[in-house]
Nanobody, 123 residues
Framework: VQLQASGGGVVPTGGCLRL?????????????MGWFRQVPGKEREFVAR????????VYADSVRGRFTISRDDAKSTVNLQMNSLKPEDTAIYYC?????????????????WGQGTQVTVSS
């Protein structure tokens, strides 16, 4: 299984970025997909999750209303649209996949991780 994240970069406060994660080696439509982030020296934290089938979504309080997670099963990709970015959103962002919605939202139990992509929001 490979999860390839892309789309990170440097943006000013209030700017936007769109992260994408391309999955291979798994039946994408059968997996719940999540995004997490980590600041060096801190624990990795949950950002958002989108379920398989009905594509219901869950967000961390810190990003709700600003970030939108979506998926394209035909392309085996999951996206994270990030608007109104703040300096505290600066982190390495990771995509994740799991067959369980609980594990796809839980940093200690995720089955598959992608490599990270750096997001930096300048103040």
């Amino acid at each position: 299984v490979q999860l390839q994240a892309s789309g990170g970069g440097v943006v000013p406060t209030g700017g936007c970025l769109r992260l994408s994660c391309a999955a291979s080696g798994l039946t994408f439509s059968g997996f719940h997909m999540g995004w997490f982030r980590q600041v060096p020296g801190k624990e990795r934290e949950f950002v958002a999750r989108i379920s398989r089938l009905e594509s219901s979504t869950v967000y961390a309080d810190s990003v709700r209303g600003r970030f939108t997670i979506s998926r394209d099963d035909a392309k085996s990709t999951v996206n994270l649209q990030m608007n109104s970015l703040k300096p505290e959103d600066t982190a390495i962002y990771y995509c994740a996949a799991d067959e369980s919605p609980y594990r796809a939202s839980n940093v200690d139990h995720v089955h598959y991780w992608g490599q990270g992509t750096q997001v930096t929001v300048s103040s």
